[in-house]
């Protein structure tokens, strides 16, 4: 006690209570246990125990006041300080081991599993272009599904949607790895439109399919049917659970009415999460994919070519395109996407090489239609040929701009401006079908004005009264004849109104009587002059034989 009376107040009290961890740490664990205990409220000051060493006056004021225990204190013992043995764990040597130690779903067992396990064990070059392609976007998945705490089959996902294809579209227009509707990317904020398609692009299609995959289990609290809603809409998951609940039947995924593809969606995926689990029991041999990342984020502040990104970098267009799906045209617009994917030891090589590069970044910007325009006429409004404009903004044959559409077009002057974070964000091309017009000529009718003759073939009275050089107010002749300028395509008589089906069947009938008795006299004057020729011919005959 000798000892524990020449410790200040603070520390006596901090010994008593950590009597435990006294015994394990010693001394010096004492000190740093005592410097960050609570203190309790102020007391008033007790008497020192005998040998105590007095605070100093000027000391004496800042030192907490404490109540000291009245129980005697228990002796200090010597102990071991060697900590307990911990069972450290080995990282992971490859993401496939990360993922199976990941793996928390409930397994799902029974014929329809067994079929697709037999399925994908038999396809090994399937299985093999599957996994090489995931290589570059693995790590980045299961990084966030960890971030998240979410069960580690959710991987996994994108080998049943799309076999981790970037560029899938289904027959349903389901687009990316994770196969988002353009209603459901939509409303996961995955923009589409002329220049990009999130749905495609590997870090925002992951974040949408994560937060909608957690909504889901939210909802139905079960991820079997969360899987199902994913594949088949959550409306119809709901239905069908309704539907068993008024029937008295179970809820559970297998115990659904679903559609064919809906109900293998789960076997598949758990097949597939077999196989990664233990792909000797397979025959299968999955390919090396290291747990590290494949590819950095970089964010870019100016439009820069494709094409010039792809350079500074060190790779190829292509590779470039393979890590960054979504960006549809030459140019990555810095409002829209700014931020690009590229190997991670190229991505360095990037950097490096953009700080020391002095040339233009982009040579191509966004134009708005001001109108609706021919392409020819926009290819010389942008100063660019036709061809190359059609080619670049994928504009068919015979189709005409209407106005709002952007097009990508060449920078020059006026147009050396990066793309506006709207334009990027919303651009859309309208196009409409390119009507060739003919020079045709029509006669008024009695009480025919300019407003009527238009109307009647679907035309402004201004066109009409330009393309004949009359005034709109002009009066007309009956039978004076007018230009017009119509479709091609379009006959002038469908341009004629229609006559009352009356009328119409009167002088179809009165037609028909006119033309009865003309195709009468022809075949009777046929048949007339047939005769005569046979008569004549047997005349003839008759003579000769004579």
Not at 131 to 148: A, W
Request: aromatic letters at 6%.
């Amino acid at each position: 006690m000798t000892f524990l009376s020449s410790l200040p107040v603070r520390a006596r009290c901090c010994s008593a209570r950590s009597l435990k961890v006294l015994s394990s740490l010693g001394f010096a664990a004492l000190l740093a246990a005592c410097a960050n205990t609570p203190l309790p409220p102020h007391e008033p000051p007790q008497t020192p125990s005998p040998g105590a060493t007095a605070p100093s006056q000027a000391a004496a004021p800042q030192l907490p006041r404490v109540q000291t225990p009245h129980a005697p204190l228990s002796e200090i013992s010597i102990a071991s300080a060697t900590p307990p043995p911990v069972t450290m764990l080995a990282a992971p040597a490859d993401i496939w081991e990360r993922i199976r130690r990941g793996l928390a779903m409930q397994d799902l067992d029974g014929e329809l599993v067994r079929d697709r396990e037999q399925w994908y064990a038999s396809r090994p070059d399937y299985i093999q272009r599957m996994t090489e392609r995931s290589s570059r976007y693995l790590f980045h998945i299961v990084e966030e599904i960890e971030r998240r705490n979410l069960p580690m089959e959710l991987a996994l996902l994108p080998f049943i949607e799309s076999a981790f294809n970037p560029q899938a579209v289904s027959s349903a227009r389901a687009a990316g790895m994770w196969q988002f509707m353009p209603a459901t990317g939509q409303s996961f904020d995955l923009k589409q439109n002329v220049f990009r398609d999130d749905r495609r692009d590997v870090l925002a299609s992951t974040r949408a399919a994560l937060d909608y995959l957690e909504q889901l289990h939210a909802r139905f609290g079960d991820w079997h049917l969360a899987l199902a809603a994913y594949n088949w809409g959550q409306g119809n998951v709901n239905r069908a659970i309704t539907r068993n609940q008024r029937e008295g039947r179970p809820t559970g995924y297998t115990d659904l009415n679903m559609p064919l593809e809906t109900r293998m969606y789960v076997p598949k995926l758990q097949a597939v999460e077999n196989i990664v689990a233990r792909p000797e029991v397979f025959g299968t041999v999955l390919p090396s994919i290291g747990n590290h990342p494949f590819f950095d984020t970089l964010t870019i502040e100016r439009d820069m070519d494709v094409s010039l990104i792809a350079s500074l970098a060190g790779i190829s267009e292509r590779d470039f395109r393979t890590l960054n799906p979504s960006i549809k045209q030459p140019l990555v617009m810095a409002a829209g996407t700014p931020n690009i994917l590229l190997p991670w030891d190229n991505a360095k090589v990037f950097e490096e090489k953009l700080k020391t590069y002095n040339g233009p970044l982009a040579s191509w910007t966004a134009w708005v239609a001001p109108s609706t325009m021919s392409v020819s006429d926009v290819a010389k409004r942008v100063g660019m040929s036709e061809s190359e404009l059609r080619s670049v903004n994928n504009i068919p044959p015979r189709m005409k701009v209407r106005a709002g559409s952007s097009l990508l077009v060449h920078r020059n002057g006026a147009r050396d401006r990066d793309v506006s974070e709207f334009v990027a964000d919303n651009a859309q091309l309208s196009l409409a079908p390119e009507v060739v017009l003919r020079r045709t000529v029509v006669r008024a009718r009695k009480g025919d004005t300019l407003a009527r003759v238009a109307q009647r073939y679907r035309v402004s009275t201004v066109s009409v009264a330009g393309w004949n050089g009359l005034s709109v107010n002009a009066k007309l002749k009956s039978g004076q004849r007018l230009t017009l300028m119509l479709p091609k395509s379009v006959r002038v008589a469908e341009r004629a109104p229609a006559r009352s089906a009356k009328a119409g069947k009167a002088t179809r009938s009165k037609q028909a009587s006119a033309k009865k008795p003309a195709r009468s006299a022809k075949v009777t004057k046929g048949k007339q002059k047939s005769v005569r020729v046979a008569s004549e011919e047997r005349s003839s005959r008759k003579t000769t034989k004579r």
